[in-house]
C-alpha cells in the first residue's frame, strides 16, 4: 500500500518568512495529493490540493509543488503570520479509489 | 456548508467494554472514513466505505469493526475496549477528492 513520508515533524519561523514542508509517497500510481490544516483543537481542513499533471498550483500565500519522477511534493507558507500556525499533513491518493494515506504531520509555530 | 458531526467530543469507558462511536454526514457523501489520530502517527485509516453495506479495512483495523445502514451514517465500534485504543477518533465523508472532518472524539479507556 501507500506509505507517505513528511518532513519536519516540528518547525518554527519568524513571522514573514517562509515556510516548507515536505512529503515523499512509495506509490506512482498516486495522482492526487491534498494538504490539510489542523488549527489546536480544531478539525482537519482541506487548504490546497494538487493533481498530478501539474507541476506547481498557487493560492495566495500557499503554494504546492510536486516532483512525480522523485515522487515527493511540497508545501510552500509565505509571508508566515501568527494564524498560520498549526499542524499540516500531507496525503496521497488515487483518484477514484478515495482511500486517503496521510504523512505523520508537522507542527507549524509563526514566531511573533 | 458541508456538516461532518460525529455524536461525542469526549468518551470515558472502561476496559472490556463495547464502544458505539457514531457519525452523520449531511451532503449525501458516498465515501465515509473512520481515523485515529496519535500524536507523531499522524492520522491513520481504521476502516473506510463507499457505499451502504460496503466496508473496506484500512491500515489498522484489529480491534474496531464498521457498520454503515444507511448512507449518511456510519458507525465506529471497538468489540472489547482496551487502554491501547485510547485516541482521537476522526470521522470523514467524502464525495470525490476533498475529505471533511467531524470534530473528533477524544476517547479514554480506563
Known amino acids: 500500500g501507500e506509505n507517505v513520508e513528511q518532513h519536519p515533524s516540528t518547525l518554527s519561523v519568524q513571522e514573514g518568512d517562509s515556510a516548507v514542508i515536505k512529503c515523499t509517497y512509495s506509490d506512482s500510481a498516486s495522482n492526487y495529493f491534498p494538504w490539510y490544516k489542523q488549527e489546536l483543537g480544531k478539525r482537519p481542513q482541506l487548504i490546497i490540493d494538487?493533481?498530478?499533471?501539474?507541476g506547481e498550483k498557487k493560492d495566495q500565500r500557499i503554494a504546492v509543488t510536486l516532483n512525480k519522477t522523485a515522487k515527493h511534493f511540497s508545501l510552500h507558507i509565505t509571508e508566515t503570520q501568527p494564524e498560520d500556525s498549526a499542524v499540516y499533513f500531507c496525503a496521497a491518493s488515487i483518484i477514484g479509489n478515495e482511500k486517503l494515506t496521510f504523512g505523520t504531520g508537522t507542527r507549524l509555530t509563526i514566531i511573533p | 456548508d458541508v456538516k461532518v458531526t460525529q455524536s461525542s467530543r469526549y468518551l470515558v469507558k472502561r476496559t472490556g467494554e463495547k464502544v458505539f462511536l457514531e457519525c452523520v454526514q449531511d451532503m449525501d457523501h458516498e465515501n465515509m472514513f473512520w481515523y485515529r489520530q496519535d500524536p507523531g502517527l499522524g492520522l491513520r485509516l481504521i476502516y473506510f466505505?463507499?457505499?451502504?453495506?460496503?466496508?473496506e479495512k484500512g491500515d489498522i483495523p484489529e480491534g474496531y469493526s464498521v457498520s454503515r445502514e444507511k448512507k449518511e451514517r456510519f458507525s465506529l465500534i471497538l468489540e472489547s475496549a482496551s487502554t491501547n485504543q485510547t485516541s482521537m477518533y476522526l470521522c470523514?465523508?467524502?464525495?470525490?477528492?476533498?475529505?471533511?472532518f467531524g470534530q473528533g472524539t477524544r476517547l479514554t479507556v480506563v
Open positions: 494538487i493533481r498530478s499533471n501539474v
Open positions: 466505505s463507499y457505499d451502504v453495506k460496503m466496508k
Open positions: 470523514a465523508s467524502s464525495l470525490v477528492t476533498e475529505a471533511f
